[in-house]
């Protein structure tokens, strides 16, 4: 499955990037394609192009603080959650899909 994802959190340093690496390494452990986008203190990074998205079977949404641009994915089943349960027990949210 093809999931595109953004991590963000509201100083935008480490729990962005603790979420991020959990959610690609772990989606890819499923067997899942994972392009992760983040969004904190250095602005959008790792922005996800218009073909990411329109590939996408899933958006996931691991942010405490309002997703920027986030009119990009209207249309994609979405999962939401906190940044901290992408750290901490990402499998959980992958578990999620196709529910």
Known sequence: MKIVAV??????????????????????????EVKVETQGAMGI?????????RNAD?????ADIEVEERQRFDGLPTI???????????????AKLNQ
């Open 7 to 32: 991590t963000a959190c509201p100083t935008g340093i480490a729990h962005t990037y603790m979420a991020a690496e959990q959610l690609a390494k772990t989606g890819a452990a499923l067997g899942h």
């Open 58 to 62: 899933y958006v996931i949404f691991a």
């Open 45 to 53: 990074e790792n922005e996800l192009t218009a073909e990411d998205i």
């Open 80 to 94: 939401e959650v906190p940044a901290q349960l992408a750290i901490k027990d990402p499998a959980a949210i992958f």
